[in-house]
């Protein structure tokens, strides 16, 4: 045996070598196809679901039986509920998610509430008594736009049963969800917002009670296949 065969005993070994196979190609389509079939199916499941919604929003605002026109002015687009910064009474923040899930009549105003003000929380109140046995869907909010402390005697009214949800909100984050009508102040309408979070009517100022009744009657109709009370 000669030294270089000694002094490398690897010498002469078969190097290691490793084969990467890859997955057929008709292995590969039939992989991407049960992902789309897949993509499909979901999307079918979420538009199954959203039909009912995407119905009577469009018995409403294209088909509009009877023959009828709104009373209150309709939002078009609906306008989405934003993440607004929200605190009760008492500081403690609320989601605004949390608002999702019933029909709301909404007050806007500071804390002061005038005349104006109290007449809205009246009609607020005044409304959902009058929808009769569809009132369990609908809830009352008051968004107050300052820091000034609510009247106790208010207050007080406020939560007496079905209570009305007071919460405090900075007025230039409401703004961008809320809008008056041209020459009239925020703090000048009952505001209609959706089960969704969407604001979708704004009342005139000083409304006729009936009048506005007939059109959330509508608006409870239409959404009775998907809306149930209670969030």
Not at 7 to 23: D, I, K, M, Q
Not at 162 to 170: E, G, M, N, S
Request: one cysteine or more.
């Amino acid at each position: 045996m000669s030294g270089s065969e000694s002094s490398n005993p690897a010498a002469g070994a078969e190097p290691l070598r490793f084969t990467v196979h890859s997955l057929p190609r008709a292995e590969l389509a039939d992989e991407a196809r049960r992902v789309r079939a897949g993509r499909w199916k979901l999307l079918g499941l979420v538009l199954f679901a959203a039909l009912p919604v995407i119905a009577s929003y469009f018995t409403y605002y294209v088909i509009r039986p009877e023959g009828r026109t709104n009373y209150a002015e309709l939002i078009v687009p609906p306008r989405p509920l934003p993440a607004l910064t929200l605190t009760d009474l008492d500081g403690h923040r609320v989601d605004a998610a949390s608002l999702k899930g019933q029909w709301l009549l909404v007050v806007v105003g500071p804390a002061a509430c005038g005349e104006g003000c109290e007449q809205r929380l009246f009609l607020q109140r005044q409304l959902r008594e009058m929808t009769g046995r569809e009132r369990d869907r609908i809830d009352k909010l008051w968004l107050v736009t300052d820091d000034a402390p609510v009247a106790a005697a208010l207050r007080e009214a406020l939560a007496a049963p079905p209570a009305t949800q007071v919460l405090r909100v900075p007025a230039a984050e409401l703004a961008a969800w809320l809008a008056a009508a041209p020459g009239e102040s925020l703090d000048a309408h009952l505001y209609i917002v959706d089960p969704m979070g969407q604001w979708m009517m704004r009342a005139p100022v000083r409304p006729d009670p009936a009048r506005l009744k007939r059109d959330l009657e509508r608006l409870l109709r239409a959404s009775s296949s998907w809306d149930r009370p209670g969030r």
